[in-house]
């Protein structure tokens, strides 16, 4: 029997700068997998193509500290760019 597979690309920086806009300082591994709708496995790897870009840091084993987070909010604090992230 053939394996039926799709790929789906994120935005990881549209996922930050909602995560951002929510207020979040940290997040874990399964709050990514719910919000992407994936695995964890899938949500670790997208979480640390985040830490690569220099938006969050590990905190834990399944947690991670969003940084940056004033870079994309402006003076007023409005987030900027709320698009969807999928």
Same mark, same amino acid.
């Given at each position: 029997?053939?394996? %039926?597979? $799709?790929?789906? &690309?994120?935005?990881? @920086? ?5 995560? $951002?806009? *929510?207020? @979040?300082?940290?997040? *874990? ?5 719910? @919000? ?11 979480? *640390?193509?985040?830490? &690569? ?6 905190? *834990? ?8 987070? @004033?870079?994309?909010? &402006?003076?007023?604090?409005?987030? $900027?760019?709320?698009? %969807?992230?999928?």
């Amino acid at each position: 029997m053939a394996e %039926h597979t $799709v790929r789906v &690309k994120i935005d990881v @920086r549209k996922l930050y700068e909602d995560l $951002v806009a *929510s207020g @979040r300082m940290f997040v *874990s591994v399964e709050e990514v997998a719910d @919000r992407v709708y994936t695995n964890t496995l899938s949500a670790g790897r997208i979480l *640390s193509q985040l830490e &690569k870009l220099g938006l969050a840091r590990k905190w *834990s084993r399944n947690v991670y500290a969003i940084t940056l987070a @004033r870079a994309l909010v &402006k003076g007023d604090g409005v987030p $900027v760019n709320r698009g %969807h992230y999928v």
